[in-house]
């Protein structure tokens, strides 16, 4: 196993995050754990940013998936096993084995990404939605941050993102985005929080039998509307378009959740998300998230 082994995408988030050390050592600790665990790790899979993932087989023939995270804080790694372990494979993928210390986690190994489906929009959304509702359940005292701890994250990273960035875009969809998000941590409600994964998305969903299971999740203790908003914030908002909340209301009326809420944390995290993108060199999909966030403010 050689360096050159290594998704591109992951390369480029390593460098943003100084971890280069990390890509340089995967080898090492890709024997280690395969010796540690009695699992035969293969090649690795493409399109993810933040970890490296390999096939592994386990001992008995079974099939794996071994999942290492990029070193950024041992919060994240354990809110992700921790995520996964509350969820005991309903929703997410089931979680086999971790070492929280070197974040590595063994996994079940599931099928192809919604993204290549071929299913429609709609189909899509549907499946998404499927797979979030199964996920959420009610996990007081379980250490994960609450959403309204995501909201101030997020209103201090969209702040200082926008102006380490030189101002990728409008102002006022800076304004706007704030405004969604404060009326978000306002509403926070620790009663009525549940487990979500907190980053949904057509790669983030892959093929579980007859329906579809999530990966990767964040794990935080939020309103279930936060999930909904990540799923639909990558939607165009296009200038002609009467109905720029059509998904949200959508999801709304199918899982019986506030339309207003859904709109709001999308709304946040297309932002964002676009400056995550802009930071990690990821274009033009950045470019494409900011213009939406301008236009959805404009209205």
Same mark, same amino acid.
């Given at each position: 196993?050689?360096?050159?082994?290594?998704?591109?995408?992951?390369?480029?988030?390593?460098?943003?995050?100084?971890?280069?050390?990390?890509?340089?050592?995967?080898?090492?600790?890709?024997?280690?754990?395969?010796?540690?665990?009695?699992?035969?790790?293969?090649?690795?899979?493409?399109?993810?940013?933040?970890?490296?993932?390999?096939?592994?087989?386990?001992?008995?023939?079974?099939?794996?998936?071994?999942?290492?995270?990029?070193?950024?804080?041992?919060?994240?790694?354990?809110?992700?096993?921790?995520?996964?372990?509350?969820?005991?494979?309903?929703?997410?993928?089931?979680?086999?084995?971790?070492?929280?210390?070197?974040?590595?986690?063994?996994?079940?190994?599931?099928?192809?990404?919604?993204?290549?489906?071929?299913?429609?929009?709609?189909?899509?959304?549907?499946?998404?939605?499927?797979?979030?509702?199964?996920?959420?359940?009610?996990?007081?005292?379980?250490?994960?941050?609450?959403?309204?701890?995501?909201?101030?994250?997020?209103?201090?990273?969209?702040?200082? /993102?926008?102006?380490?960035?030189?101002?990728?875009? #409008?102002?006022?969809?800076?304004?706007?985005? *704030? %405004?969604? +998000? &404060? !009326?978000?941590?306002?509403?926070?409600?620790?009663?009525?929080?549940?487990?979500?994964?907190?980053?949904?998305?057509?790669?983030?969903?892959?093929?579980?039998?007859?329906?579809?299971?999530?990966?990767?999740?964040?794990?935080?203790?939020?309103?279930?509307?936060?999930?909904?908003?990540?799923?639909?914030?990558?939607?165009?908002?296009?200038?002609?378009?009467?109905?720029?909340?059509?998904?949200?209301?959508?999801?709304?009326?199918?899982?019986?959740?506030?339309?207003?809420?859904?709109?709001?944390?999308?709304?946040?995290?297309?932002?964002? /998300?676009?400056?995550?993108?802009?930071?990690?060199? #990821?274009?033009?999909?950045?470019?494409?998230? *900011? %213009?939406? +966030? &301008? !236009?959805?403010?404009?209205?």
């Amino acid at each position: 196993m050689t360096a050159l082994d290594i998704p591109e995408t992951v390369r480029k988030r390593a460098l943003v995050l100084g971890a280069e050390a990390w890509v340089a050592g995967l080898p090492q600790l890709i024997a280690e754990i395969e010796r540690e665990w009695s699992i035969e790790v293969g090649r690795p899979f493409s399109g993810g940013s933040e970890a490296y993932v390999a096939e592994a087989t386990l001992v008995d023939g079974s099939r794996g998936a071994l999942k290492l995270l990029m070193p950024r804080s041992v919060d994240v790694e354990r809110h992700e096993i921790t995520a996964l372990q509350l969820a005991e494979g309903a929703g997410c993928a089931r979680l086999f084995r971790s070492d929280e210390g070197r974040g590595a986690m063994l996994l079940e190994r599931l099928g192809a990404p919604l993204a290549e489906s071929g299913l429609s929009p709609e189909e899509r959304l549907e499946a998404l939605c499927a797979a979030a509702m199964r996920l959420w359940r009610p996990a007081p005292d379980c250490g994960l941050p609450s959403g309204r701890e995501k909201g101030r994250w997020l209103v201090r990273f969209i702040g200082e /993102t926008w102006e380490e960035l030189n101002r990728p875009c #409008l102002e006022q969809a800076v304004d706007y985005a *704030l %405004a969604c +998000a &404060e !009326r978000r941590i306002d509403a926070h409600d620790d009663e009525r929080a549940v487990l979500v994964h907190g980053d949904i998305h057509e790669w983030n969903a892959l093929k579980a039998g007859d329906g579809y299971k999530l990966i990767d999740p964040d794990g935080l203790l939020a309103e279930p509307e936060y999930d909904l908003g990540v799923i639909i914030r990558a939607d165009p908002v296009e200038d002609d378009d009467p109905e720029p909340r059509a998904r949200a209301c959508w999801l709304a009326q199918r899982t019986g959740l506030d339309e207003t809420a859904i709109w709001e944390w999308a709304v946040v995290e297309r932002l964002s /998300t676009g400056l995550v993108c802009t930071q990690a060199d #990821l274009q033009p999909f950045g470019q494409e998230m *900011l %213009a939406a +966030a &301008e !236009r959805a403010a404009r209205r």
